[in-house]
């Protein structure tokens, strides 16, 4: 426990897990929808606000987990509720509770049926992947874990597409085979620790045929869940057939889950299987940015394009994360931020043109810029930030895990450059004929711009597309110090193996 700052104080993290389940539960006895919706955005945004305290109160000077409480649970099995955020949660976190009221009026006329079970969809799913970014406990994590599984199901099978059940299912069956293989993993820990708490399972001589099991156990649930190449193909699907909010949440924050658990859990826990698979996985991200890259440009549907894209900047992050210093790793948790603000920019993007076409085919909405000039700037803004045009806030991501990437090996940075070019390919090829299209272009002359509520939706991403684009150093400065923590850890313990072979010898 010396690894917690216990708050004393004002319990702020449990406060904001649990406010969204008791808000949901509010809904049961109101049948009204637009009770529904305002008082779930009423409290999505006291969330936001109440998530404001961890960024003025957090120290980034310490690697220890801050906020922290810890309540006895099931004495009898070593279970304990505890929680707590360092700097490889508290931007993820932020990020969640930012998200979430864009979402709800991102959703205002979208949803016309079951309103009130929709919004109590969305606050359950905030309590979830809160709960998750803070537990320091691994029945806790996976209880949370798992939790989030079936309002992201009904979002997907009530509100979703024309093939809603298949992606639903598809959906609900790979994180669901992921989430078995985690569950063996961390009973494999409780076995050998007698401890569900997760500091207590790092750093420990394990076995290299047990760190390997682990290991292999953990990255192939956080794979399905980021998801990575070839673990991918649940993933257009959901996207495609999800409504607009259930997008945004996919990509925004679910997503970074898998990539959150492998720098939680993969990399402390089990060092030497990190070490020995490393090259491994960092070829697999090669592929899968690549992969993604041609995939998406081969796209017509607007959703499957920025879908697709999700793989191959997913890649850059799991890149980052891999060659295993400080570049790479602070440039990957940047990027899981800045993918979460563009691509949920874009997918609300596509659901407002969606709105009004009733299609999310390039070929119908081509050559709409010239009626929505308001619409036209935003995504034209977000389709530079997706590919990282200089000075928008996927550039510093991309810049730092490449740069990490060739302190690591220059040929695997090299092969990551044509994914860069990819990226800027599919998403000008879609600005070019959302804005002007061809000279057969469809009558768009009836299409009527953003509404204020939409506009007001969309400008708190530009906002932070150049916030963390021009001044990055203030969102840097807050993760620095875990990172540097658990790389010098990291690279310690590997120095310590090394020496002990050689007296061995």
């Not at 004929?433 to 057969?440: D, M, P, R, V």
């Amino acid at each position: 426990m010396d690894c917690l700052l216990i708050n004393e104080g004002f319990p702020l993290l449990s406060f904001l897990i649990f406010l969204p389940l008791a808000g949901a539960l509010v809904l049961f006895f109101f049948s009204s929808e637009s009770f529904a919706r305002l008082w779930t955005l009423f409290v999505t945004i006291v969330m936001a606000l109440l998530s404001l305290p961890l960024i003025t109160g957090f120290d980034n000077t310490t690697a220890k987990y801050q906020f922290a409480e810890a309540h006895t649970w099931i004495p009898q099995l070593n279970i304990n509720y505890i929680v707590g955020v360092d700097g490889i949660s508290i931007l993820l976190v932020i990020l969640t509770t930012f998200i979430m009221p864009l979402c709800v009026l991102a959703s205002w006329k979208y949803i016309k049926t079951r309103v009130t079970a929709f919004m109590f969809c969305l606050l359950i799913m905030e309590t979830s992947m809160l709960g998750v970014f803070m537990a320091l406990d691994f029945v806790l994590f996976y209880v949370l874990w798992e939790f989030m599984l079936i309002p992201m199901y009904m979002l997907i099978a009530i509100w979703g597409g024309p093939r809603k059940i298949y992606a639903s299912i598809k959906f609900f069956l790979y994180t669901l085979a992921g989430s078995i293989l985690l569950l063996v993993a961390i009973i494999a820990l409780y076995i050998k620790n007698g401890s569900f708490f997760i500091p207590d399972m790092m750093w420990q001589n394990y076995s290299t045929t047990f760190q390997i099991l682990v290991f292999l156990a953990f990255f192939l649930a956080f794979a399905i869940k980021v998801p990575m190449f070839p673990f991918h193909t649940w993933l257009p699907a959901a996207h495609v057939e999800a409504p607009t909010a259930g997008s945004v949440i996919l990509a925004s924050v679910l997503l970074k889950m898998g990539t959150y658990g492998m720098l939680r859990f993969c990399l402390p826990i089990t060092p030497e299987a990190t070490f020995t698979l490393a090259p491994y996985i960092l070829w697999l991200s090669i592929a899968g940015i690549i992969y993604g890259g041609f995939t998406a440009l081969a796209q017509h549907d607007m959703k499957k394009l920025i879908a697709y894209s999700s793989v191959g900047h997913m890649g850059f992050v799991t890149l980052g994360i891999f060659v295993l210093n400080t570049r790479g790793v602070e440039g990957s948790i940047m990027q899981m931020i800045n993918h979460g603000v563009t691509t949920g920019a874009l997918f609300l993007c596509v659901g407002m043109i969606y709105e009004r076409t009733h299609s999310r085919e390039l070929s119908v909405a081509q050559g709409c810029g010239k009626y929505m000039p308001w619409y036209a700037t935003f995504i034209g803004l977000f389709a530079l930030s997706s590919f990282g045009f200089p000075g928008t806030n996927s550039f510093i991501g991309e810049f730092l895990i490449i740069a990490g990437a060739f302190e690591f090996n220059k040929a695997l940075a090299l092969a990551s450059i044509p994914g860069a070019v990819l990226a800027a390919a599919y998403m000008l090829r879609m600005l070019q004929k959302i804005l002007y299209g061809t000279e057969n272009n469809p009558d768009q002359s009836h299409l009527k711009d953003l509404s204020i509520r939409e506009i007001a939706v969309l400008a708190p991403f530009v906002v932070f597309v150049f916030w963390i684009g021009l001044g990055p150093q203030p969102f840097i400065d807050m993760i620095h110090v875990s990172v540097a923590n658990l790389l010098d850890q990291l690279h310690g313990w590997q120095q310590a193996q090394d020496v002990a072979a050689v007296f061995l010898q």
